[in-house]
């Protein structure tokens, strides 16, 4: 399993949520470039960025920063955030950006990831972010009526090979990952399918690992010290 450590970026600054409300941001590090090479130092492949701003505002915003951290840091890097067009998918992967996340136009506008998926293939992440198991969109401001594995299936369908999928009411809570929903759309697609959510600590880790899921994404858990994320990555080799 990848342990894809997370840096979110509101204002240019490094934050974490509570439940995806904005106004609960709250700084975590000073500099995302540093923190992004202590995770390599760490031991981390991976980062997972999100473009808070962009992702209210529909559009790429704090995107320097996730270039800088593609050019500088060694890791490899997924983003996400306001990433509706598919310019704007072909801005990050030839500015050297790994995987690039499709959200809320995944729910909009399916033809924009069937086209992003047939030209960048596994290059192209979807990230189903849900509410009791129904999809939010919008910078998680909007909740719709389509189930979370409903979305999956129609992604599979179009090619998507992997899925970011967040239990909203545990993100930032530290409260463990939703393992049930995880593993029923673990089960339901073919999808490599990343827990993002409520992790806390090595406990969290080692039950998704012998579930079976691709990867988890760990943010609070890591800046708050109740995961250490060198053992994480060594329980998942």
């Known amino acids: 399993m990848i342990i894809f450590p997370a840096i979110d970026i509101k204002g240019g600054t490094c934050v974490r949520l509570y439940k995806g409300e904005m106004n609960t941001a709250e700084k975590v590090a000073d500099s995302p470039l540093e923190t992004a090479i202590s995770f390599k130092n760490a031991g981390s492949e991976w980062i997972h960025m999100v473009d808070l701003d962009g992702a209210v505002d529909g559009k790429r915003i704090n995107t320097p920063i ?15 955030g306001g990433i509706r067009k598919i310019e704007d998918i072909d801005f990050y992967i030839e ?3 790994s995987r690039v996340i499709l959200g809320s136009v995944a729910l909009s506008n399916a033809d924009i990831v069937k086209q992003a998926v047939k030209k960048y293939n596994d290059k192209i992440v979807v990230g189903i972010d849900a509410r009791d198991g129904m999809v939010a969109a919008e910078g998680w401001v909007k909740t719709s009526n389509i189930d979370y594995i409903e979305l999956a299936k129609r992604m599979e369908d179009i090619g998507v090979k992997y899925i970011i999928y967040t239990d909203i009411h545990r993100d930032g809570m530290l409260s463990g990952p939703n393992t049930q929903q995880l593993v029923k759309l673990n089960e339901a697609v073919s999808c490599n399918i990343v827990a993002s959510g409520g992790i ?3 406990n969290d880790i080692i039950e998704l690992r012998d579930n079976g899921l691709y990867g988890a994404i760990c943010g609070r858990s890591i800046y ?3 995961l250490n994320l060198e053992e994480a990555i060594r329980e998942c080799k």
Not at 66 to 80: P, R
């Open 66 to 80: 996730y270039l800088e951290v593609a050019q500088k840091s060694g890791l490899k890097v997924e983003v996400g």
């Open 95 to 97: 500015n050297g950006i």
């Open 200 to 202: 806390k600590d090595i």
């Open 224 to 226: 708050k010290g109740t």
